[in-house]
């Protein structure tokens, strides 16, 4: 493992998903998943996001896409609230999840717009604000 990558990836993955979120996940970690939160954080956000020749809300929007045609819930709500971090509106996810529905399938996106609009009004209570 790359130690370097490693801090580089966490430094990012606090960034973007919010530091208590990160330390959350890494503290429930135990000697099954220890060894993922490790991939994960080296490989996915370190080599990947630390890279610097896409923006971040770029990286954001392509997540949100794959994540939504991959039906991955979980992952794709977390990266909703990422991408309001990274600056994506709620009219840039809207539009990225209209073309989801054309490229990927309408139930993907009817299951994406549901799931965003939770992960609005969560980001929204958290943050004590109204959209």
């Given at each position: 493992?790359?130690?370097?990558?490693?801090?580089?990836?966490?430094?990012?993955?606090?960034?973007?998903?919010?530091?208590?979120?990160?330390?959350?996940?890494?503290?429930?970690?135990?000697?099954?998943?220890?060894?993922?939160?490790?991939?994960?954080?080296?490989?996915?956000?370190?080599?990947?996001?630390?890279?610097?020749?896409?923006?971040?809300?770029?990286?954001?929007?392509?997540?949100?896409?794959?994540?939504?045609?991959?039906?991955?819930?979980?992952?794709?709500?977390?990266?909703?609230?990422?991408?309001?971090?990274?600056?994506?509106?709620?009219?840039?996810?809207?539009?990225v999840l209209?073309?989801?529905?054309?490229?990927?399938?309408?139930?993907?996106?009817?299951?994406?717009?549901?799931?965003?609009?939770?992960?609005?009004?969560?980001?929204?209570?958290?943050?004590?604000?109204?959209?």
């Amino acid at each position: 493992m790359n130690d370097e990558l490693f801090d580089t990836g966490l430094a990012v993955r606090r960034e973007v998903l919010g530091a208590e979120f990160v330390d959350k996940a890494l503290a429930g970690a135990d000697d099954f998943t220890r060894p993922l939160q490790r991939l994960v954080t080296e490989y996915c956000w370190g080599a990947v996001w630390g890279r610097e020749d896409l923006p971040r809300k770029t990286r954001s929007m392509l997540n949100l896409a794959m994540l939504a045609i991959l039906n991955r819930p979980n992952e794709f709500k977390t990266h909703i609230r990422g991408a309001l971090r990274n600056g994506v509106t709620r009219v840039e996810i809207r539009e990225v999840l209209l073309q989801v529905a054309i490229y990927g399938g309408v139930p993907a996106a009817v299951d994406s717009f549901r799931l965003a609009r939770e992960a609005f009004a969560e980001h929204d209570r958290q943050a004590g604000t109204q959209p």
